[in-house]
Each structure stands twice: as C-alpha cells, then as structure tokens.
C-alpha cells in the first residue's frame, strides 16, 4: 500500500544533541512538508521541498534542517539550536503544484513523537 | 497572513447523535481550499473534507458535510449518526488555491468525545 513511513516513533535525546527524524514516501508525489504539533495548537510549517534538491523554510524553521535528495525522501534535523524540541513531528506529501486539485490535500505519515530529556 | 480559528476545544456527543464543530477563517483572498482534517488517538491525520471555495454548494462525505458560508467566513463540519471512531482531534485548515508555496493554516482543533 503506499504511504508515508517515519521513524523512529519514539526518540528521545539529550540537550546538545542532534536528532535526524527519517521520512520516506511511495506516493511519487512531489511535494513534501514536515510539521510540528504542540499541545492546544494547530500544526505549523517547519519546512517544505516542491522538488528534488530544493526547500523553503516554513513558519518555524530555526533549529532545523531539511534535505531532499530524493523524491522520496525528506529527514528532518532537530539540532541543538531548537531551543524547545520535546513535540509531535508529523512529515506529509502532496502531489506538486500546478498538477491539479490533488495538489491541495496533504497526506500524513503517523508522526514521531520527541522528547528531550 | 490567513488564520483559522477554532473557538471550541472540546465537544462531546452521544452515540447516534449529531455534532456540530466551529470553525471560522481570515482571508482577504477569494479563491481556496478548506479541509476538515480527523487525528484519532493513533494520531495519524486523515482527512475528512475538502470544499473549494469557489463552489456554492457544500460537500458532503457519507456521515459528515459542511456549512461553508463565504461571506461570514465560516465552515462548520457536521458529523450526523455519531459512532464511537469518531472520537477524535479536528483540525480545520485552510489553503489558498494558487499557492507556490506551503500555506495551509490550520486551526488549535476540537477534541471530540463520542458516549455511549
């Protein structure tokens, strides 16, 4: 069945350290968008990539890093910057702009939960 | 920049019934996209809805539609015949129809809980 995978579910890091979120899809879509979600609050953007070896900073990006190297693949960095990291991280895809109303409905992985010990 | 919000955290119905869940959004553009998005205690975001803001009439999946009034700016979901896998987070969310980049809002959601 196609879907987003992400691991780890469950990661836990000390202070210092940099944590790599995996976020893997077989949708062949060609947007992916990695988001943070807090308690009482909507998801907000963190980052996003359209294409391969190409991404925009979100609403939220201090702290971290994105790469996307493959279409199917987009890891999220949690780095020692992030001052407040200990959140639900959830990776989502959509089919690419300009390829029609699909391209606004985002698919969701089941997230990964982090916390900062 | 749009925001949506979300004015009921909480909201409980009674198995069978019919709830009705807020939402209202700021935009100063005309043309969009809003969605109704479910996250059960897995807590995988599914989602539910999608109205295009360009439609008049109101879509309707099974069990849920909603109420899209454009002028007020507001688009309730309405879950009819509630079951107990309805008890979940809902997430209101809006996009903008032509967008180059990520904007989609979304609100704080509504934890709904479904009695037996």
């Known amino acids: 069945d196609g879907g987003i995978t992400q691991s780890p579910k469950y990661l836990f890091r000390k202070e210092g350290q940099n944590v790599t979120l995996s976020c893997e899809q077989n949708?062949?879509?060609?947007?992916m968008y990695w988001y943070r979600q807090d308690p009482g609050q909507g998801l907000r953007l963190i980052y996003y990539?359209?294409?391969?070896?190409?991404?925009q900073k979100g609403d939220i990006a201090e702290g971290y890093s994105v790469s996307r190297e493959k279409k199917e693949s987009f890891p999220l960095t949690v780095t020692s910057a992030q001052k407040n990291p200990t959140a639900f991280y959830l990776c989502?895809?959509?089919?690419?702009?300009?390829?029609?109303?699909?391209?606004?409905?985002?698919?969701f992985g089941a997230g990964s939960r982090l916390t900062v010990l | 920049a749009q925001t949506v919000t979300q004015s009921q955290p909480e909201m409980s119905v009674q198995e069978a019934e019919t709830v009705t869940l807020s939402c209202t959004y700021d935009?100063?553009?005309?043309?969009?996209?809003l969605f109704w998005y479910k996250q059960p205690p897995s807590r995988q975001m599914i989602l539910v809805i999608r109205?295009?803001?360009?439609?008049?009439q109101n879509a309707t999946e099974n069990r849920f539609s909603v109420n899209f009034q454009k002028a007020a700016k507001s688009f309730s979901l309405k879950i009819s015949d509630s079951q107990l896998g309805d008890a979940a987070m809902y997430f209101c969310?809006?996009?903008?129809?032509?967008?180059?980049?990520?904007?989609?809002?979304f609100g704080a959601g509504t934890r709904l809980t479904v009695k037996p």
């Open positions: 935009t100063s553009e005309s043309d969009y996209y």
């Open positions: 989502a895809s959509s089919i690419g702009v300009g390829q029609g109303a699909g391209a606004n409905v985002l698919t």
């Open positions: 109205q295009e803001a360009y439609k008049q």
């Open positions: 990539s359209q294409i391969v070896n190409d991404f």
């Open positions: 969310a809006y996009r903008r129809r032509l967008d180059n980049n990520n904007d989609m809002r």
């Open positions: 949708l062949n879509h060609d947007a």
